[in-house]
DNA sequence: CCTATCTTGTGAAGAATTTCACAAAGCAGG
DNA sequence: CCTGCTTTGTGAAATTCTTCACAAGATAGG
């Protein structure tokens, strides 16, 4: 199969979102045109990217929503809910712990682990927070297909080198470092303070 | 000036972090190539990237990393501290409220909003927090250049369109939405469903 | 001063991504 | 069934981004 950009895969989450607010609002049918305006792009990249996949449109009708999202949620591996752990107990993962929309959209946290003693033992809803020594144990016990790391930047490089040795293929990543995976993990990096510098440089050239 | 990509800027802040690692290590220079192997690309993307802005290095020797981080520091505006407000106070507001790495690198919060009564005239640390309808005043008093949006989805475009309204040119959105911001706004949005969603579609083809 | 060894800065080549533009397909109305 | 209007799917063109490759600057050692 052709490769698929990084980009393209983004922006089929955008248009998996659209078309969610599209059926929502009651749509039968969309046109790339108007997702593109909905989305920010332009309609020919809209078209583009899902000719990468398939064709799904009828010409001169558009695309059905529920045929499309249904579609994209194939593409995108979203028909199965994923077993996610999280990893660090701290402000961050409790945010991202009581965040509703990952279970909405299929990815289920399973298990939380942190390495301060007095956190782990205590109960996070219907989890308890276990030992990151654990993590070998819990990770097959419970079948975790991707982790959330929410450590401190010094303690992630080891964490992951953990999780990969107990076989997670899929991290998401919210430490400010740049880390190392073999071949065949997929890593995504999620960093604000980056996020605010290119926020800066936009500032401080206009 | 040329256009500068966002891939550029993005690994101008990454160059810089790896810079400020060197340096704590104690390292007087660096060579494109040792930044690459760090930073995870090709020492000609290192040296292209640089060479946007001017030539910084000595052939045969590589770069000083001090003066290398002051030019990136100056290239992103990095050498006044930013004033940031932060509109939500919910969990996710909270933490990135307690998250030290932002004042460490010059990114102040200065004033957080939130629409809840419960919530308005509590006090996080040194801040009380302010009714939404009191950012127009707050924002002028403080001088607020960059604010981060950690509301709901539904209420972003609201808030948004204020922030817009009261002069602000710089907008972080943590929100799931795609939002409007006329020419002339920086906007970034960090979307952490769409990053599982990457991940699930490297799960789901390999 | 001369030679050997680095490493930068940068045109030019190459690859990837986006945009253009149009034939083909579908519908509606007469 | 024909005409007019719409929108897809897609090669080809245009643009953007990355990699290559090498001349030229800089140092070190003799």
Redesign the interface.
């Known amino acids: 199969m052709k490769k698929?950009s990084?980009s393209a895969?983004?922006r089929?989450?955008?248009y998996?979102?659209?078309l969610q607010e599209a059926d929502a609002a009651g749509a039968e049918t969309i046109s790339s045109g108007e997702l593109a305006d909905?989305?920010?792009t332009t309609s020919a990249q809209v078209r583009k990217d899902l000719s990468l996949f398939g064709s799904f449109g009828k010409r001169g009708l558009g695309y059905s929503v529920p045929e499309l999202l249904s579609r994209i949620r194939a593409?995108?591996?979203?028909q199965t809910t994923?077993r996610?752990a999280l990893v660090g107990a701290?402000?961050?993962g409790?945010?991202?712990f009581?965040?509703r929309?990952?279970e909405r959209?299929?990815?289920h946290i399973r298990a939380v682990f942190d390495s301060d003693p007095r956190k782990v033992g205590t109960t996070w809803g219907r989890l308890t927070i276990r030992d990151d020594e654990e993590m070998e144990d819990v990770l097959r016990a419970e079948e975790i297909?991707?982790a959330i790391v929410a450590v401190p930047a010094d303690a992630a490089q080891q964490v992951v080198d953990r999780l990969v040795r107990c076989g997670v293929?899929?991290?998401?990543n919210f430490a400010?470092a740049?880390l190392r995976v073999p071949r065949?993990v997929?890593l995504?990096n999620?960093d604000?303070?980056?996020?605010?510098?290119?926020?800066?440089?936009?500032?401080?050239?206009?």
Do not use: C, H, Q
């Open positions: 698929i990084e895969v983004r089929l989450s955008l998996l979102r659209l909905r989305g920010g593409i995108l591996g979203l994923w996610v701290g402000k961050l409790s945010a991202l009581s965040y929309d990952f959209r299929g990815f297909d991707i293929r899929a991290i998401l400010p740049r065949g997929a995504k999620v604000v303070t980056l996020e605010l510098e290119g926020l800066s440089f936009a500032l401080n050239k206009a």
